[in-house]
């Protein structure tokens, strides 16, 4: 169908490529919506009124849209992100949305409308439970980066996937505002006067440096499993009993321990905005449980299933060597660590914030839970080997 070359859709043109596709039956009626909240994309809902049929359109802009034309964002981007969620939906089809069609010319998706579903952020802002979220989580991660490994793979398909999914620009975001910025004094940083302090001494640690660096090192060279790169609550969509994964736009072949540190490190931060969010001191204390059951129900889900694949479908040699899983996911645990502090940090004081700690009303208090943010992420950067296992990790969130 449509090989135009690319220009930004509208709600004119939107509709337009909707009935090239003919998705609907009356286009008149059409109703559109750019819902995008996101930082560099345009969103598109379309909904027939009469059917209540419904689809999204997600297209990427040749540039972020966060920050404007100055800053030029390759349109490949969107091919990553459907072909990621294809490759995803291999393994675990019920954890991502339908895509109906991509066009890598125009940068564009289309794919199933998950509006029955709320964003993670947004319900754990609200104090929701979700009961199904962390084995839904363990086993997603889990599938990707067994099946998408070396350990699986045959060399030739796997480096022929390292391939398909190298992404230069996207992950040169990551290096930046994850790894490098909020740990020197660059000006995309962004925080209020009142955390200079806490800002300049962590900018003064050269331990913290130190490690961040290498942490980004194993981020630049472990092309180890297919990941989604991006795996923050606003990527998550949810109900009590499904889970949808979205937004794969930052994916690579890169070290097994980032996606789940990204997942827990958000998990984490809301952990600590509670304490904002739910005034009533009893009813705080239940939910920061349930938010610690959270992280340690999906890492034991995380490591029996990746444990299962490794003994029932291992193929490499490394595979059949005794023992050798428990070294893998000791190493993945303690890459989790660090990933996860760099998170935290980088939602702190970067360019890119989270929604939990920012809309804490309280002026002083969200300054306050900051800097336990800011120290709870140099204390895993730093001292990543120290903490030995999951109720070690939770530990050092309740006790912040
Ligand atoms: P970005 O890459 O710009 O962050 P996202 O893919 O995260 O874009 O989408 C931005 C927002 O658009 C989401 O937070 C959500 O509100 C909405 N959205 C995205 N995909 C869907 C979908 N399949 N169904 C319903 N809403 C969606
Ligand atoms: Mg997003
Ligand atoms: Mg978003
Ligand atoms: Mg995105």
């Not at 009356?26 to 819902?35: F, G, M, Q, T």
């Not at 964002?73 to 954890?95: C, G, M, N």
Request: proline share 3%; aromatic share 10%.
């Amino acid at each position: 169908t449509t090989k135009q070359a690319y220009t930004p859709l509208n709600e004119q043109t939107v509709i337009e490529l909707s009935q090239e596709l003919d998705l609907f039956s009356d286009y008149s009626s059409l109703e559109v919506n750019e819902i995008g909240d996101g930082n560099l994309n345009l969103v598109f809902r379309l909904v027939e009124p009469a059917t209540k049929k419904s689809v999204i359109i997600k297209q990427a802009l040749p540039y972020a849209k966060v920050v404007g034309e100055s800053w030029p964002l390759t349109l490949d981007r969107a091919r990553i992100e459907s072909d990621s969620l294809k490759k995803f939906a291999e393994f675990s089809p019920e954890h991502v949305p339908e895509i109906l069609y991509t066009n890598n010319e125009l940068a564009v998706t289309v794919m199933e409308d998950l509006s029955s579903h709320v964003i993670l952020r947004k319900g754990l802002i609200d104090g929701v439970t979700y009961p199904s979220l962390a084995q839904h989580i363990g086993t997603f991660i889990a599938k990707n980066l067994f099946y998408t490994s070396d350990f699986y793979l045959h060399p030739f398909e796997k480096k022929r996937l390292v391939q398909q999914f190298t992404n230069p620009e996207l992950c040169k975001i990551t290096e930046d505002l994850v790894f490098t910025d909020p740990f020197y004094d660059i000006e995309t940083n962004d925080y209020p006067a009142e955390l200079q302090d806490a800002v300049s001494e962590l900018w003064n640690d050269a331990t913290l440096r130190n490690k961040a660096t290498r942490l980004k090192l194993k981020f630049l060279t472990h092309a180890e499993a297919l990941l989604h790169g991006d795996l923050h609550s606003g990527s998550i969509f949810v109900t009590e009993e499904s889970t949808k994964i979205i937004d794969s736009e930052f994916a690579y072949y890169g070290p097994q321990g980032f996606d789940i540190a990204h997942f827990f490190a958000n998990i984490a931060m809301n952990h600590i905005a509670q304490r904002a969010h739910i005034k009533d001191k009893e009813k705080r204390a239940e939910y920061q449980l349930y938010l610690s059951g959270l992280i340690r129900d999906t890492w034991n889900t995380f490591t029996d299933t990746y444990k299962g694949l490794w003994r029932n479908e291992g193929v490499e040699l490394a595979t059949k060597l005794p023992g050798f899983e428990d070294e893998v996911l000791e190493s993945i645990f303690t890459d989790m660590v660090g990933f996860a502090g760099c998170e935290v940090i980088r939602r702190t004081i970067g360019l890119a914030h989270v929604a939990d700690l920012d809309s804490i009303a309280d002026f002083d208090e969200q300054i306050l839970l900051k800097k336990k943010a800011l120290k709870l992420g140099r204390d895993w950067v730093k001292n990543k080997q120290r903490i030995k296992n999951i109720e070690e990790f939770i530990t050092s969130i309740r006790s912040v």
